[in-house]
């Protein structure tokens, strides 16, 4: 599993404010992200759910500021999870996962 780098991959992309905006676009999806954050020199294991929009992490807290980056501190995204909104937590609900930081950054793989 190769890991993506969103630091080093995306200097010029938040990559987590472009889904947020897609996100917004399409509010019938949830799209979870996991990966692991990078500090003093250890992973501590990292998970963001997005969801009409906005950004919520269930493992560290996050910036709500919109001018600010969701994540200060560096962080590695490695599995990118598509879910059919509401979300009951079945199978049925699952629509596609890939570990490509740039495939969601597609609007057209959250249809």
């Not at 049925?92 to 249809?111: A, D, G, T, Y």
Request: cysteine-free.
């Amino acid at each position: 599993m190769e890991e993506t780098p969103a630091s080093q991959k995306m200097a010029k992309l938040d990559l987590i404010n472009s889904l947020e905006k897609i996100s917004s676009e399409i509010p019938n999806r949830i799209l979870k992200l996991e990966g692991f954050l990078l500090k003093e020199n250890q992973k501590e294991q990292l998970e963001i759910i997005i969801f009409r929009g906005y950004s919520s992490s269930t493992t560290h807290p996050i910036e709500i500021d919109s001018e600010k980056k969701v994540i200060a501190l560096t962080y590695i995204i490695t599995n990118f999870k598509l879910y059919k909104a509401p979300f009951t937590g079945s199978e049925e609900n699952f629509m596609r996962e890939n570990q490509n930081s740039f495939f969601f950054l597609n609007r057209k793989n959250w249809i």
